[in-house]
């Protein structure tokens, strides 16, 4: 199996959890403010990094057609400004994962990451991107699980 196969595998595996937090999420809890950040928004941090990263550089990046400036972080929201919808999300989860096995097979891993303020190959870049896409999957599985006992399977591998 090539390195390159081995992380779009993970990719799809990461993604594929975090489809199905995201899918598990009570309406209840989607824009719950108990927490600093809903469970929306770090839903929608997590892919539009994973999105951003999975592009050659920061110049290149094709942004979602429903993505909003103020969403990618964790801001307040502007005024009026109503939150994506779990669909909304869902949708943007589909295209990155559609995405993933172009944008990792046209990467030249032992060249730089593309993005200034990330010292570091492409190869690491990925393990840098999945790991985010993992950090916030756990804490949005941490929430569901203190919710209702709402668990999350393990997908070692993507498909």
Not at 134 to 147: F, I, K, V, Y
Request: net charge negative; hydrophobic share 35%; charged share 25%.
């Amino acid at each position: 199996m090539s390195v390159k196969s081995v992380i779009k595998s993970q990719y799809r595996a990461s993604l594929a959890m975090l489809r199905q937090a995201i899918e598990k999420c009570p309406e209840s809890m989607w824009l719950y403010t108990s927490y600093k950040n809903p469970f929306w928004r770090v839903a929608y941090h997590t892919i539009i990094y994973t999105h951003f990263y999975l592009h050659p550089k920061e110049a290149d990046f094709v942004p979602w057609k429903k993505h909003i400036d103020e969403f990618q972080g964790f801001n307040p929201l502007p005024e009026g400004q109503q939150p994506y919808t779990k669909a909304e999300v869902l949708e943007y989860l589909e295209l990155c994962l559609d995405q993933v096995d172009e944008k990792v097979d046209a990467l030249d891993l032992e060249g730089e990451s593309g993005f200034y303020w990330l010292p570091l190959n492409k190869l690491e870049l990925q393990f840098y991107n999945i790991r985010h896409v993992m950090q916030h999957t756990g804490e949005l599985c941490e929430r569901l699980g203190a919710h209702g006992e709402i668990e999350v399977g393990w997908v070692g591998m993507g498909k």
